[in-house]
Nanobody, 120 residues
């Protein structure tokens, strides 16, 4: 079992920055492999924003490449998303996901989401 708690969302003007955090806890935290940030805008499907392996290798959606940076602190069981040069189209609920290895399968755990609104 893994619990994920996101924080750091809010209202920001276009061109501004925000930093999201996602802290993991629970008895299976040492089995967490990859972690990632997803977002879902109203009327749209949830999409991957950025992911990071346990070893720290990141990957990004084309839409955020060069503007967002994902990082993780394994000692704190926390993943971060630094968002810069924010655009109105970045407005969405942002969710953290943890991929937990359970034997030969992978279980996915989600946070409750944090709202990011980019507007003037």
């Amino acid at each position: 079992q893994v619990q994920l708690v996101e924080s750091g969302g809010g209202l920001v003007q276009p061109g501004g920055s925000l930093r999201l955090s996602c802290a993991a806890s629970g008895r299976s935290i040492y089995s967490i492999n990859a972690m990632g940030w997803y977002r879902q805008a109203p009327g749209k499907q949830r999409e991957l924003v950025a992911g990071i392996t346990r070893g720290g290798s990141p990957n990004y959606a084309d839409s955020v490449q060069g503007r967002f940076t994902i990082s993780r602190d394994n000692a704190k069981n926390t993943v971060y998303l630094q968002m810069s040069s924010l655009k109105p189209e970045d407005t969405a609920v942002y969710y953290c996901r943890a991929d937990v290895l359970v034997g030969r399968r992978t279980d996915f755990y989600w946070g409750q989401g944090t709202q990011v609104t980019v507007s003037s």
